[in-house]
C-alpha cells in the first residue's frame, strides 16, 4: 500500500532557510501537497505540485519533486517565527480515482528561534 | 469563503458512551472524510463519502461509523466511545481529485 514518511522535528533560527522532507512508496502519485497547521487549528493547504512537475515556486516556497527517489521537498527561504508549525506532506496515488483521497505523511513540527 | 465546520472544538465523553461529530460543508463538494490525528502518526483516514449514502472504509474504521443523509452533512459515529478513542477528529471535503482539500478545524474528543 501507500506509505508517505516524513521527519517528525526540525528546528531552525529566523532569517534561516527552512527544508522539510517528505517520501513516498507508491510510483503511482498524480498530486502532491503540503500542509500547514497552526496550533488549535485545522490544517491549510500552503502549495502542491504535479507529479509530472519537478520543481514549483510560490513566493518564499520552493517545492522540489525527484520521482526517480520518490522525494518531496519544501523550502521555506528566510523562516519567520510565524511559520513556526506541523506541515503535512499528503499525496493522491493511483488507488484513490477521483474520490480525493489523500495519504498523509506523520507531520513535522517546526520550530523557528528567534 | 469556503466554510468547513466542525459541531464542537472539545468534547469530553465517558467510556461507553454513544459519541456523535457533525461536520458540514458550504461548498457542494462530492466527497467529505473523516481523519483522526495522533502524535507521530500523522492523519489516519477512518471513512470517507464520495456521494450521499455512499460511504467507504478508510485505513482506521473500526469502533466508528458514518452517516451522510444529505450532501453538505458527513457525521461519525463512535458506537460505545473507548479511551483508545481519544484523539483530534478533523472533517475535511474536496470536489474531486486533484482539487484542494478543506479542513474543518477539528473537535478534540476526550474519553475518561
Known amino acids: 500500500g501507500e506509505d508517505v514518511e516524513q521527519s517528525l522535528f526540525l528546528s531552525v533560527r529566523e532569517g534561516d532557510s527552512s527544508v522539510i522532507n517528505c517520501t513516498y512508496t507508491?510510483?503511482?502519485?498524480?498530486?502532491l501537497y503540503w500542509y500547514k497547521q497552526e496550533p488549535g487549528a485545522g490544517l491549510q493547504l500552503l502549495t502542491y505540485?504535479?507529479?509530472?512537475?519537478d520543481m514549483k515556486q510560490d513566493q518564499r516556497l520552493t517545492v522540489l519533486l525527484n520521482k526517480k527517489d520518490k522525494h518531496l521537498s519544501l523550502r521555506i527561504a528566510d523562516t519567520q517565527t510565524g511559520d513556526s508549525a506541523i506541515y503535512f506532506c499528503?499525496?493522491?496515488?493511483?488507488?484513490?480515482?477521483?474520490?480525493?483521497?489523500?495519504?498523509f505523511g506523520q507531520g513535522t513540527t517546526l520550530q523557528v528561534k528567534p | 469563503d469556503v466554510k468547513v465546520t466542525q459541531s464542537s472544538r472539545y468534547l469530553v465523553k465517558r467510556t461507553g458512551e454513544k459519541v456523535f461529530l457533525e461536520c458540514v460543508q458550504d461548498?457542494?463538494?462530492?466527497?467529505m472524510f473523516w481523519y483522526r490525528q495522533d502524535p507521530g502518526l500523522g492523519l489516519r483516514l477512518i471513512y470517507f463519502?464520495?456521494?450521499?449514502?455512499?460511504?467507504e472504509k478508510g485505513d482506521i474504521p473500526e469502533g466508528y461509523s458514518v452517516s451522510r443523509e444529505k450532501k453538505e452533512r458527513f457525521s461519525l459515529i463512535l458506537e460505545s466511545a473507548s479511551t483508545n478513542q481519544t484523539s483530534m477528529y478533523l472533517c475535511?471535503?474536496?470536489?474531486?481529485?486533484?482539487?484542494?482539500?478543506?479542513f474543518g478545524p477539528g473537535t478534540r474528543l476526550t474519553v475518561t
Open positions: 463519502s464520495y456521494d450521499v449514502k455512499m460511504k
Open positions: 475535511a471535503s474536496t470536489f474531486s481529485t486533484g482539487y484542494e482539500q478543506y
Open positions: 507508491d510510483s503511482s502519485s498524480t498530486y
Open positions: 505540485i504535479f507529479s509530472n512537475m
Open positions: 461548498m457542494d463538494h462530492e466527497n
Open positions: 499528503a499525496g493522491v496515488f493511483g488507488s484513490s480515482g477521483n474520490t480525493g483521497k489523500l495519504i
